[in-house]
T-cell receptor, first 110, second 114 residues
Framework: KQEVTQIPAALSVPEGENLVLNCSFT??????LQWFRQDPGKGLTSLLL?????REQTSGRLNASLDKSSGRSTLYIAASQPGDSATYLC?????????FGTGTSLTVIP | EPEVTQTPSHQVTQMGQEVILRCVPI?????FYWYRQILGQKVEFLVS????????KSEIFDDQFSVERPDGSNFTLKIRSTKLEDSAMYFC????????????FGPGTRLLVL
């Protein structure tokens, strides 16, 4: 069974810093990997989706990488802002369903 | 841009009552999913649905749960006799026919069972 782990569980940084969130998964047979943002008590906002054949995707200040063979992905956030404070979820798609990690709770301090 | 919508946004019910959670997938999508997230825990897959039948379900999706596409637009999750541990956020998702591996998530329904 696919297991998805995210490290760290929580992260607090001062505004303006660049940061990296990590995601690892146990089974490399995936279709794609997606990073989501979740605000407290809210739904899932898709940030970036990387297909299994891709190495990275970029959207604005966000860059996600994928190393399928080693079962790892990173989400890089440049020049962090207080509005980036949220929980970031990594999810891998095996074709029929997504397996989610427990998330990294990010706090950006003004 | 088309979105998956879910109603209600919040529901409170008494233990043992039946609840129906509703989802309107994106109009041309053919694959539908339900996930749940118990407070503080991972988002977990419940069930996937295609061509008017369940295509895959997890061990969580027991006989208390059922799904239905009663018309051309709605996709519902029914919990027959709710338990306290059913309290969670329930997310609906859908996929287009040409890109089944891409799922679009709704905003969720927060269910509280008292």
């Amino acid at each position: 069974k696919q297991e998805v782990t995210q490290i760290p569980a929580a992260l607090s940084v001062p505004e303006g810093e660049n940061l990296v969130l990590n995601c690892s998964f146990t089974d490399s047979a995936i279709y794609n990997l997606q990073w989501f943002r979740q605000d407290p008590g809210k739904g899932l906002t898709s940030l970036l989706l990387i297909q299994s054949s891709q190495r990275e995707q970029t959207s604005g200040r966000l860059n996600a990488s994928l190393d399928k063979s080693s079962g790892r992905s990173t989400l890089y956030i440049a020049a962090s802002q207080p509005g980036d404070s949220a929980t970031y979820l990594c999810a891998v798609n095996t074709g029929n369903q997504f397996y989610f990690g427990t998330g990294t709770s990010l706090t950006v301090i003004p | 841009e088309p979105e998956v919508t879910q109603t209600p946004s919040h529901q409170v019910t008494q233990m043992g009552q039946e609840v129906i959670l509703r989802c309107v997938p994106i109009s041309n999508h053919l694959y539908f999913y339900w996930y749940r997230q118990i407070l503080g825990q991972k988002v977990e897959f419940l069930v996937s649905f295609y061509n008017n039948e369940i295509s895959e379900k997890s061990e969580i999706f027991d006989d208390q749960f059922s799904v239905e596409r009663p018309d051309g637009s709605n996709f519902t999750l029914k919990i027959r006799s709710t338990k306290l541990e059913d309290s969670a956020m329930y997310f609906c998702a859908s996929s287009p026919p040409s890109r089944r591996e891409t799922q679009y998530f709704g905003p969720g329904t927060r269910l509280l069972v008292l």
